[in-house]
């Protein structure tokens, strides 16, 4: 007996919409935090595997990107892309998917994804994505970091959550996939106001924010030792690029 099906995007919609002002604004989020490590090849074919709303495809669709697709299991969420003209597939096995098109990608998206596989297929499923990558080709991921403020909520914000990674786990996740070069950086949702200075409220909010960032620091230099305490990443989200052979 199955149970019944799973409506992802009525979770999705608590955050997201399709408002002109809400997708503008995560266009251009998605052009700030993916920009530095996009190709420099327009042409290239690219997949945003899990792509949602499709939010991470306009944005590389705005940048100039030519062949740009997306798969996702949610109707809902390919409803919502196909609205917007984006070229998106319906898929059940994402996984599958990159397999059924093997070496066809030069760089697959993979953004608030990998926390939602279950832990016993997680290598499975990276390594359908080095199958989907032509030689050379890069992945750029996103995931929620193990080592932020609020790492437990963001672990159990989302019923559909496995897993919560650190960059040590998520880095030996994809090099035992078969990923070469990696690299886990920070990645902020909150960024410095253009008129940080000026006492108004954008001004309060980020000063707050680098005070409390500053004495998480603190804390994890004096908890871990200064060498590790300053090197780990307290962001909320990591963002992870890497290559395949």
């Not at 397999?99 to 390594?127: C, N, V, W």
């Not at 880095?171 to 940080?196: M, N, S």
Request: aromatic share 12%; charged share 20%; net charge positive.
């Amino acid at each position: 007996m199955t149970g019944p099906k799973i409506d992802y995007s009525y979770h999705y919609r608590k955050w997201h919409s399709d408002t002109p002002e809400h997708v503008s604004n995560m266009v251009r989020f998605y052009k700030e935090i993916l920009g530095p490590y996009l190709p420099k090849d327009k042409s290239v074919p690219v997949l945003d595997v899990g792509c949602g709303m499709g939010f991470a495809i306009m944005a590389l669709n705005q940048l100039g990107f030519e062949k740009v697709s997306g798969v996702d299991m949610d109707s809902g969420q390919v409803a919502s892309c196909k609205a917007k003209g984006l070229s998106v597939t319906q898929s059940d096995d994402s996984a599958e998917f990159m397999r059924s098109h093997s070496e066809m990608y030069k760089l697959i998206l993979a953004l608030d994804l990998l926390e939602h596989i279950p832990l016993d297929k997680q290598l499975g499923f990276t390594s359908a994505i080095v199958a989907g990558l032509k030689s050379g080709g890069g992945l750029i991921a996103t995931t929620p970091n193990a080592n932020s403020a609020f790492a437990t909520r963001c672990r159990y914000l989302d019923w559909t959550h496995q897993i919560q990674f650190s960059e040590h786990s998520i880095d030996f996740l994809l090099h035992t996939a078969g990923f070469v070069d990696i690299q886990v950086c920070e990645t902020e949702y909150t960024t410095r106001p253009k008129f940080w200075w000026l006492p108004g409220r954008q001004g309060r909010y980020w000063w707050a924010f680098r005070f409390f960032r500053t004495w998480r620091r603190l804390e994890a230099m004096a908890e871990l030792g200064p060498a590790v305490g300053r090197r780990v990443p307290l962001s909320l989200n990591l963002l992870v690029h890497a290559r395949k052979p």
